[in-house]
């Protein structure tokens, strides 16, 4: 590859990497992403997925069994952690509670043989950056949660690290502390053009704060793209049922129609033969008057959710279904027991590729 | 030492409190409190009460002690014992202990923890005499030493201050073992990961990170193996060939073939401060290393 300067110079590629712990299923199974320059980028799964040793391995803290690690043209496999160029945030913060802020921020520079005077102007900078000046010679221990994710963070920034890896970093705070570092950590790094790396379970993170997403499962690579795109158009049944709410929809395919357990008939984006499912998203499903729409149903449960309803649906044939409607439609027919129509776009379903 | 704080402990009533306290300090009154305030107040007696009628207060077994050159330097020698087999305990318990306590295998620790438990279960006496075999004339090491040709006749090792401290530092290395791996396993090991993503070599991240937060680990470890070197009696004796002299020596002396309890006391009570006054400092020394919380 002739990569010299501009864009993806500093791209970090995953070859084929594996993992195995003892003599269980690998924790990784032959991963290949491309992380560009300036990219966030979230690996996103259930715990075990192998997401976290994908990140350790990058970091150099594992080593893989098998694959490659490039950054821009180097191969940074065989090189341990502390030459590697990565900027770490763990899930616990890790900071030396045996040191003050400052020094916990200045490590990595005092590492790196930066001279004193530059040392404090940087170490200033970072903490200003993370709205945390004026505590400098605090201990960690004497901080918040939310404050010390923040030393964490301007600890890994500082050294100006050519990818910034973060494990759950968030994991640890309150729904509304979480919400806001978010926000941070997003301004974050559009302001300094990180490339970051992204650990996450939680996919509504994932989905608001990354540039793309790779989903995993058992060691593999699900799906990788852009949230709208993963959101949209999951590849699979583990994708689309992981990723916000949705309906997975089984039945026998027969051209553009499947057929429903229920009898009646769903129309498909794309022709068919044979055992098929779709999944669709509840805010796709919209309301209409009873028969005048794909199919009729009955309401069980009408959840209030403030902007919309969610409502738990029961097709013909024993299917549930849950649909997100506005909180104003159709009001009055949104009592349990109530009948209703319903219908969507044609491309709305998506099909799935495990049937 | 260690500072215990009891997080979320359920509030009792004051009463019942003390009431779970007592045995405890039934036991501390009558096994630890008596004894030293009997101890303490024989050291300033002329005399046995139990034997002379009418004793009286005196301060002539204190004075004997520091008057008599003779004394201060047993209490030097016992001193210096203590201090050069903790440094030695140290020096060879902590390498053990960290790989104890970061030992990833299972299997690896059991055997670990086996190793260095089992000298204990056998008992310092016969762990002494092992060390007599060991350094006798036609012991292990001169034998070995002979047959290789290195030496000519036999090393004198007993009586040596050296063989002394090698033997006492054996007996209580695995003092200092668990009570530093107890620390260090605490100590997480995503805080290394951090120094050396963070651009430090394994060999910094020791330095900078474990090791500091180790300290309280080597505190208490070192005050045990000191408090256990100095009050040793039999390893000195045996491994010393009666040729080095402890104070725990001379209070022995002076109970069994002298029957002078008071100035025995007074011995026991010196050493006490000594000992006191050293592990003051050392805390002190200690509390303003990096490490300390």
Known sequence: MAETGGQGARALALQSLSKSFGNGAPAVDNVSLRIEEGEFFSLLGPSGC???????????FEAPDSGQIRLGAQDITPLPPERRDMGMVFQNYALFPHRTIAENVAFGLRMRKVPKPEIATRVREALALVRLTGFEDRRPAQLSGGQQQRVALARAIVINPAVLLC????????????????????????????????????????????????VMRAGKVAQCGAPREIYDRPVDRFVADFIGDTNILDGEASGLALLMPGGWRLPLPEARQGRASVALRPERVRLCPPGAGLVDATVE???????????????????GMLARVPRHAEAGSLEPGATLGLTWQADDPVMLADA | MAAVTAHGAPTLPRSSAWLLLTPALAMFIL??????????????????PMVVPNPRFTTRHFERILDDVYYLETLWITVRLGLSTTIVSLLIGYPLALWLARARSRTTRTLLMMAVLAPMMMGLVVRTYAWLAMYSNRGVINGSLAWLGLTDEPIQFLGSEAAVVVALAHIYVPFMILTLSGVIARIDTRLEEAARGLGASSAAAFLQVTLPLSMPGILAGSLLVFALAISAYVTPIVIGNYNIQTLPMLVYQQISSSFNLGFAAALGIVLLIVALLLVG?????????????
Request: hydrophobic fraction near 45%; charge should be neutral; glycine fraction near 8%.
């Open chain 2, 31 to 48: 096994f630890f409190a008596v004894p030293f305030l009997t101890m303490a107040t024989m050291s300033v007696l002329s005399g046995n």
């Open chain 1, 301 to 319: 449960e009408a959840n209030f959710l403030g902007d919309s309803v969610l409502l738990k649906l029961s097709l013909p044939g024993e299917q």
């Open chain 2, 281 to 293: 400092a050392y805390n002190r020394v200690m509390a303003r290393a990096p490490g300390a919380a």
């Open chain 1, 167 to 214: 494990d759950e970093p968030l994991g640890a705070l309150d729904k509304k502390l979480r919400q806001q570092m978010q926000f941070e950590l997003k301004t974050l790094h559009r302001r300094l053009g990180l490339t970051m790396i992204y650990v996450t379970h939680d996919q509504e993170e994932a989905l608001t704060m990354s540039d793309r997403i790779a």
């Open chain 1, 50 to 60: 192998g997401k976290t040793t994908t990140l350790r391995m990058v970091a150099g």
